[in-house]
């Protein structure tokens, strides 16, 4: 028995519409690869820094954030679907 019920192409069109990509920074293409890194260690220092923890929770501000490395695979394997499920993510969003 098949693990899953829907399709290869339904489980791709859901990747590309539920990808959890939240509120990402993102960089121009050819950002210079140190420029990356410094951008990045520097989220991941505020983002465990205690006091910036203590102002979020004072706010109710939920502080949840995926890794420079899970949103690069995420938007790589967004950014790979054949283009059949390309189009077929455009007409939701065209609503």
Known sequence: ???????????SLATLAAGDFGRPYV???????????????????TLNDEAVKADAAKKKLELDPSSADELEKLAKEVTSQPPDIIAKMKTPLAK
């Not at 028995?1 to 489980?11: F, T």
């Open 27 to 45: 960089m121009p293409p050819n950002t210079p690869t140190e420029h990356v890194r410094t951008m990045r260690e520097a989220f991941a220092k």
């Open 1 to 11: 028995m098949d693990q899953y019920k829907s399709s290869p192409a339904d489980r």
